[in-house]
């Protein structure tokens, strides 16, 4: 098959086969390129829409962007069944196999020592959301008009101390939990929060961290998140994974929210077709 090379990680040789069905970007079944010590899992994507001019204006194109990161990312989670993958950016395309080979040669030495310390390691992701105050939603009528603008302003000092108050809670209890699973973990990251028109998740995110844990700890690790997620009202915990460790990838990982593992577009790779031709 012609076509330009995707690539979706690098990874150490495995003998565990990907899923028979496995189709990746394109509708292309992924394939290994084994190049000295390492592996590049590949596909074949057309020059129509993965060439450095046509990927730019794919890039605006938020459906078709949509339908490349899941592509993607099936992939990755297959790898992560099998291996330790460590995930390349979303649409890092080369012209050929010796494009791919190259690459994988000029980064041979970052590609091993990363891989050697994500070796047996799966990332967890943990969020935590201050919710609507108890009670709040369930109130049927209004509250009752303020009778004098004293009676305001108490009405407000009051709102504004229960505010204040939740929020301190909901602070103390990410500030005790992140440390916590950070002293489980190997290794742990805490990104931004996350925007709530964006993510469409409920409530406001005041932790938004991601855990590098061994595999044989995880079950452990996930039993700790599951005991704090009713020890405060209005604070909810979620957790995901687990997933490739993007996180801690390096420079040659995906976007952070996938990662976090959540299904997000990792960001556009910094190679393209044509810079490798």
Request: glycine fraction near 8%.
């Amino acid at each position: 098959m012609t076509g330009l090379r995707y690539v979706y990680a690098v990874c150490r040789p495995f003998d565990s086969p990907l899923q028979s069905q496995l189709t990746g970007v394109a509708g292309d079944p992924p394939r290994l390129l084994t190049h000295g010590g390492l592996v590049a899992v590949v596909s074949h994507v057309p020059e129509a829409d993965f060439s450095e001019e046509a990927l730019r204006a794919r890039l605006e194109d938020l459906d078709w962007l949509a339908g490349t990161a899941r592509a993607h990312q099936q992939v990755i989670d297959a790898l992560t069944v099998v291996t330790t993958p460590l995930p390349l950016r979303l649409a890092t395309v080369f012209r050929d196999d010796s494009g791919v080979r190259s690459m994988m040669e000029e980064r041979e030495e970052d590609f091993v020592r990363t891989l050697g310390r994500l070796e047996g390691r799966v990332e967890w992701g943990v969020k935590v959301y201050v919710e609507t105050e108890p009670g709040q939603q369930e109130r049927a009528e209004p509250a009752p008009k303020p009778v004098s603008g004293r009676d305001y302003l108490r009405r407000r000092r009051q709102q504004s101390r229960a505010h204040e108050d939740r929020w301190a809670r909901a602070e103390e209890f990410a500030t005790r939990l992140h440390a916590n699973l950070s002293a489980r973990a190997d290794d742990a990251r805490l990104h931004a929060p996350q925007n709530p028109t964006l993510s469409g998740a409920a409530g406001r995110n005041v932790l938004n961290a991601a855990y590098l844990v061994p595999r044989d700890v995880s079950e452990e690790f996930v039993e700790m998140v599951d005991r704090t997620k009713d020890d405060t009202p209005g604070i909810r915990v979620e957790l995901t994974g687990p997933w490739a460790a993007y996180s801690f990838a390096g420079e040659e990982a995906a976007g952070e929210e996938s990662a976090a593992g959540e299904g997000a577009a990792p960001e556009s790779g910094e190679r393209t077709a044509g810079e490798d031709a």
